[in-house]
């Protein structure tokens, strides 16, 4: 059945690097918007980066800017999230999510068949 399957989380020290995958099992990714989303304990699930079904339009979140980068490659169904630089606050489980429209807001109630998440500990 079509899906959404997230990898490449783990543990990271202050200023360092991880790299998220998004893979779209059984349906044609290419059609659709894809958004990385996270949600952090005790917080409600937030955007984070946001592109379009050819990768022309991307949004950020204020607080991931010029750390994060949303790329994607249509041939290979994935969505990738390069996170440098990672901060504590960046602790969470990062979920990616898909939509027939990109939303430049990144807001997580547009955005529809999501993957089971991949988490993320930034710590010392």
């Known amino acids: 059945q079509p899906r959404l399957v997230e990898s490449g989380g783990g543990s990271a020290q202050p200023g360092g690097s991880l790299r998220l995958s998004c893979v779209a099992f059984e349906y044609a990714m290419e059609h659709y918007a894809v958004g990385w989303f996270r949600q952090a304990p005790g917080k409600e699930r937030e955007g984070v980066a946001c592109i379009s079904s050819l990768g022309a339009t991307i949004d950020y979140a204020d607080s991931v800017k010029g750390r994060f980068t949303i790329s994607r490659d249509n041939a290979k169904a994935t969505v990738f999230l390069q996170m440098n630089n990672l901060k504590p606050e960046d602790t969470g489980d990062y979920y990616c999510?898909?939509?027939?429209?990109?939303?430049?807001?990144?807001?997580?109630?547009?955005?529809?068949?999501w993957g089971q998440g991949t988490h993320v500990s930034v710590s010392a």
């Open positions: 999510a898909d939509s027939l429209w990109h939303d430049d807001k990144c807001s997580p109630g547009k955005y529809n068949k």
